[in-house]
């Protein structure tokens, strides 16, 4: 029997082959022994790793030997292990000893300020397990020609000590395609999934991955292979011929164009994209680029002040400091809230700390005085919010004025996330409104973002959903005001539709989906769409 | 024994990161000297032949990286050093 599951496509093409299980070596047991028999088990495992990795080392080239140098210079340094041997002295397992000693230096990357240090944990972790599965006496793998790879998730070592020139895919249970392992399948050219959610680990028998849409088919037939890889060649011909027309704008075939802008989060997403090929920046997140700046206005505003150069003239749509609900800060978030997503987030935390939210409204003010820059407001429920938060913007303004420094005052919209909001969008003094579908959704169908099992709940689709977006189209129409969707659902090509017939002409999508958004809406024919509507 | 310091701006683009500190690393334990870095001028110090200890500095992009080395080749770790932070551990 065919079944299909559904995750996120994290390197394109397409693979099939017997599924392999790769279960994470926590799981398993050791016997422990005396302090000096532990001590010996764990300088074995380190030393055994270590020659595993010197040899891979010898083998690579390029980034994939970079990461792997970096790995053997950790392994090689006694410092790695001290903590470990301090707790097998306390008379700890070597397997405990060495978990706990290398959880804490993956924490001390994983709160790191700086996203390059934070991206490293993997690589800790990876060497965490090389050394794990030697003290628990496991062997790598060793795969049948083309197997799909089948794991919660891989870390790079485990990817970089399988063999993939005689095929093969990867479909993972959790990950990200952001993550390193999909970057080295990326540049393998090795078919990867992830997403998939718990029911990964019941694969078995024959599997196929299909990289470009993002799923995975059980026993797929002769017939449903040859089909999925026509479908995954006619995919990859578009994706390819969408990146060659993306600085064309998007128009529809009857004529209609759609604007599409970028979100951002930081610099790196949009490196190597042409501004040209976008009308702005539709939502840059704060909580990202400047978490570790709150207090500091200067930095911020270069911050600010380089999206505004990026953009060449285009919009910029900064949203003020997003934080609570999955962001959390420490010092400025709440903890301990049973439930973060309705609780201190976004602007309700803002108007707690009018300190540093007026560090951000100056610093946005004057990189304004760079560029058109747009100022939005996060999870506004209260029309009274709204204004409170433009009397801190006046305040700004005024104060401003007062000093030498160069500023101008820029537009002040809010995102429509909160149901009862976007019910009530004609009652906001907003200089414009961008629909945040993520959490709207999720608010107006009291279904979890992040849970899996009631995924399909949290549908854009759903009828009362769309019918406050196109309540929040008409409440800007009659103010004049632009109306913009900045959720996943304005990427995602199965929504755009929708979205356009309900009168929205302004989306904005992660940078990387970009160019197929805009070869989607070039093939909508909207007045056919909003007759059958 | 004579003791040598110096301070360079982190200039490349992703600070003292993991293969800057491969590098840096590598370079300081072909000297004799005890060679340490910090990212304050009065400390605290680091031993700059661990990898793993440069790692926990997290010196990012922006940040000046003092030096301090004590023993007969010193002055050529420092200046060694000073060179390959200038040179954006040939990153660039």
Redesign the interface.
Known sequence: MQRRLVGRAASSGLAVGPALLLRAPETSKRKHGTVAEERAALADAVAGARDAVASLASELVGDAADMIAFQLALLEDDALTVSAYAKIEAGVAADVAWLSAMQEEIAGYETAEDEYFRARAADLADIRDRVLRRLFGLQQADLPEGAIVVARDLPPSTFLGIDWSRGGGIALGDGSPTSHVAMLARSRGVPMVVGLGREVEKLAGTVLVDGEIGSVMIDPDSEAVSMARDASERLARRKASAVEWQCEPAVTVDGVAIAVLVNVSGAADIAGLPAAACDGIGLARTEFLTANLLRDEDAQYRTYAELVRWAEGSPVTIRTLDAGGDKPIPGYTVDGESNPFLGLRGLRLSLRHPDIFRIQLRALARAAARGPLKIMLPMVTHPAEFEAAHEHLRAVLAELAESRAAFAEPSFGMMVEVPAAALAAQDFAAGFFSIGTNDLTQYATAAARDGAEVADYADVLHPGVLAMIAHVVRAGRDKGIEVSVCGDAAGDARSIPALLAVGVRSLSVAPGLLPMVKQTIRELDLARLTERA | MQEVKAHALLTNE??L???P??KL??LAKRFAATVEVAIRADGPWT?AK????I??V?A?KGETLFMRANGSDAQAAVTALVDLVNRKFEEE
């Open positions: 992703v600070g990161h993991a293969r500190s491969v690393t590598q031993d661990s990898p793993v200890k790692m926990r997290k990012a």
